[in-house]
């Protein structure tokens, strides 16, 4: 009688085999953060991180006790939409960008680094010292615009060779509107021709 239980038991095995490893790997699902961002202490742990990792790096510096004046009224508004456009971009490009937060960094309270083949390729600082009539403020800004052409243009750096000039400017908005300027429209030259055909006849005349 034993030995028919043992055997019902070693039917069961498999079945319970799979189902203790189909809950562990839903555990792991669950538990696996998607996206990871180091949160760095100090300038050894950012070389550490830059010379450990082939992906291009998007680093934010973001540190409000640095200010030595009060802020302007707009300012912890635009702190917050810098924060939330960090996080926004590492949920959606962390599988090709590692993004790093720095809290205790220099002296310089928003601004976003970007990082390429470990070499710093571009900065955008969000602050800046305006003048009141009675004193100095400090004034932060949120260049959204800026923020996502850098990111753009960072990773173009997946590649291990550097990315062209043309393709940057290309990607750039400044480089479109200069590309803009160096082009007139059919009517702009109409009009430069009708000025210097009246320019001639009044001379003539």
């Not at 038991?9 to 498999?14: M, T």
């Not at 640095?66 to 300012?75: D, I, M, P, R, V």
């Not at 923020?147 to 590649?159: H, M, P, R």
Request: charged letters at 25%; glycine letters at 4%; hydrophobic letters at 35%.
């Amino acid at each position: 009688k034993s030995h028919e239980v043992y055997s019902s038991f070693l039917l069961f095995v498999p079945e319970l085999t799979d189902l203790c490893e189909q809950t562990i790997k839903r555990k792991q699902r669950e538990t696996e953060p998607i996206c990871r961002v180091p949160l760095i202490t100090s300038l050894k742990e950012e070389q550490l991180l830059l010379n450990a990792t082939a992906k291009p790096v998007v680093k934010l510096l973001i540190n409000r006790h640095n200010n030595k004046y009060s802020y302007t009224s707009t300012s912890d508004d635009n702190l917050l939409k810098n924060i939330e456009l960090f996080d926004k971009l590492a949920l959606r490009f962390s599988g090709r960008l590692l993004f790093i937060k720095d809290v205790i960094g220099s002296s310089e309270i928003c601004c976003w680094s970007f990082f390429g083949h470990g070499k710093k390729i571009a900065e955008v600082c969000c602050t800046s010292i305006v003048y009141a009539t009675d004193k100095k403020h400090t004034k932060v800004e949120f260049p959204e615009a800026r923020i996502y052409e850098e990111t753009l243009n960072i990773i173009l750096y997946e590649a291990r060779n550097p990315p062209d000039q043309e393709l940057m400017q290309a990607t750039s908005t400044r480089g479109a509107v200069a590309g803009m300027s160096s082009y007139t429209s059919d009517e702009e030259e109409e009009r430069s021709g009708l000025a210097r055909l009246r320019s001639n006849k009044q001379n003539n005349q």
